[in-house]
């Protein structure tokens, strides 16, 4: 019985995983109606911010090493946000309202991100940062008369085409200089050292340890959790994102910048990326696939839970990571030896990583024949619509 309460640990530490994953990606459909397909590859990136800020630690010395992974969450929910507001400001934004279209580029940027990761350097990070300054910045000095232009999307177009060549060429120009021209990370995986306090065990509690990576998380998701739900029910930004998931019209009339919202919304679901993506890289390897990994596990949260709710999310990714560690670990075996054969011919079967997330997923087609609109039904603007 120890082992099945050892597992029921672990298994509500992948869910606080799961939960840290799939909490933005519930913000982003919930209040905006967009499904971001790219939301594994930013918690890939979060991963490998905390992997570049542990080398910045290390030569420090051990004393301030041990502190480096503070920095790497505030630092991993940082620079994720701010790809997410450069993805919804250059790409989602025009795509409101067409979730085909925007499944497709959501999916293509994830691609851009896992390939940019596996070859990305000094070079291509100033042929990147051009693009982004010309892109973004030539539209703003362009006279308010030809903006009102009928062709000013066209322009707007061969603006970012032009800003994209430039690019290129720099990139092209400086290719031969190998300072500049070698990946930073590469197609293989590296690892992430913990430090030492989160490393080994909290202490143990009727003889079940308490390891202490899986018992930050699950703090951590705690904490995240009550500050989003406070962000959202007391900030004067929350409410402003409440206001416009109700009634975007009404709100741009009372004076709410609803692009502003928008950027906001798409930053604190990319940031929420970020941290799990820095939670996940102390329970294994970080790698460019790393995200694709996780993308399918966070969705089956948000059908489970019902789309764009915090409170499903929470118990559909914490029943989904139960379910998965009791029943993948095998533990169910050593803990009843004697059940009938039977079950035990079934529980054999799942008794795998990826056989579980098989039973989950003839769970889930189960429980939906039921509940269409899993657990709980969906609010947003995508109702309304």
Known sequence: MDLVLSQLLDGVSIGSVLLLAATGLAIVFGLMGVINLAHGELMMIGAYVTFVVQNLFRPLGEGLFQLYYPVALVAAFLVTAVVGVVLEKTLIRQLYGRPLETLLATWGVSLILIQLVRSVSLAMTLGVALTVVVGLLVPRFIPAGIKRKAFFPYLRGVIWIAASAAGLALINGVSG?????????????IDVTAPKWLSGSWG?????????????????????????????????????????????????CLGIPTDSVDSITFGLGSGLAGVAGCAIALLGSVGPNLGASYIVSCFMVIV?????????????SMLLGIIQSIIGSGSLLIAFPDMPGAARAVVEFFATTSMSLVLIFIFIIAFLQFRPSGMFPQKGRSVEA
Do not use: C, D, H, Y
């Not at 200089?177 to 995986?189: A, Y």
């Not at 018992?215 to 930004?237: E, G, N, P, T, Y």
């Not at 489970?304 to 559909?316: P, R």
């Open 177 to 189: 200089v190998r300072f500049l021209s070698s990946p930073w990370f590469g197609p293989r995986n």
């Open 304 to 316: 489970l839970g019902g789309v764009g709710n915090l409170v499903g999310t929470v118990i559909a």
């Open 204 to 252: 143990n509690i009727g003889g079940i340890e308490l390891p202490g990576i899986r018992i930050f998380i699950i703090i951590l998701s705690a904490v995240l959790l009550a500050a989003v739900a406070w962000f959202l029910s007391k900030s004067v930004w929350g409410l402003r994102i409440r206001s416009v998931t109700q009634n975007r019209e009404m709100s741009n």
